[in-house]
């Protein structure tokens, strides 16, 4: 079965740029998408198709996708963004989803 | 504005059937751009896609499940199910339900742009 592997957590000082990857075999022959899920809150999709970034979702977030690698990227993070990102893609006309990276701002 | 709403049982008894039910508001559930999604989450671990549903009926799961799993539709009552057999602690999680945006020209999916605020199920005698 196909498989998303994230770091499992990601520090980054506020006003900086944070990196989350997302790694799978020929990631980039897909379309990742990206969530953000706060403590006790549903999950936000922040990316989708690679790098488009739905309506409402601020444009310090930003993704990519190439080779075995996707990554999203927030530039001049805020406290606010802390929260659990999960990168997710299709295998066919299955859903899989990374384990998920903690982002702390410190 | 689209809404998604879980219902259902918190408490489910172990080796019984999990029922759920998510009904869709503010838009309709037989829209060609979108499939229908259950996602959960055990407590304190990631998300795990359970799986999806078109309007038409056609469904695709998620392979550790599929032995025990049934999503279906209702279209007259916008409102889509899943249904989980022989539950255990392990099924113990948040439930979601989510909208699937598809893309009916180059026939892919996207994204889940829309999510219920989830329901909490716990699988205890």
């Known amino acids: 079965s196909y498989e998303l592997t994230q770091p499992p957590s990601v520090s980054v000082s506020p006003g900086q740029t944070a990196s989350i990857t997302c790694s799978g075999d020929k990631l980039g022959d897909k379309y990742a998408c990206w969530y953000q899920q706060k403590p006790g809150q549903s999950p936000v999709l922040v990316i989708y198709?690679?790098?488009k970034r739905p309506s409402g979702i601020p444009e310090r977030f930003s993704g990519s996708n190439s080779g075995n690698t996707a990554t999203l990227t927030i530039s001049g993070t805020q406290a606010m963004d802390e929260a659990d990102y999960y990168c997710?893609?299709?295998?066919?006309?299955?859903?899989?989803f990374g384990g998920g990276t903690k982002l702390t701002v410190l | 504005q689209l809404q998604l709403h879980e219902s259902g049982p918190g408490l489910v008894k172990p080796s019984e059937t999990l029922s759920l039910t998510c009904t869709v508001s503010g838009g309709s559930i037989s829209s060609s751009t979108y499939y229908w999604g259950w996602i959960r989450q055990p407590p304190g671990k990631g998300l795990e896609w359970i799986g999806t549903i078109y309007h038409s009926g056609s469904t695709y799961y998620n392979p550790s499940l599929k032995s025990r799993v049934t999503i279906s539709v209702d279209t007259s009552k916008n409102q889509f199910s899943l249904k989980l057999s022989s539950v255990t602690a392990a099924d113990t999680a948040v439930y979601y339900c989510?909208?699937?945006?598809?893309?009916?020209?180059?026939?892919?999916?996207?994204?889940?742009?829309?999510w219920g605020q989830g329901t909490t199920v716990t699988v205890s005698s």
């Open positions: 997710q893609a299709w295998d066919r006309n299955t859903v899989v």
């Open positions: 198709e690679d790098k």
């Open positions: 989510a909208r699937v945006l598809y893309s009916t020209i180059g026939h892919y999916y996207y994204g889940m742009d829309v």
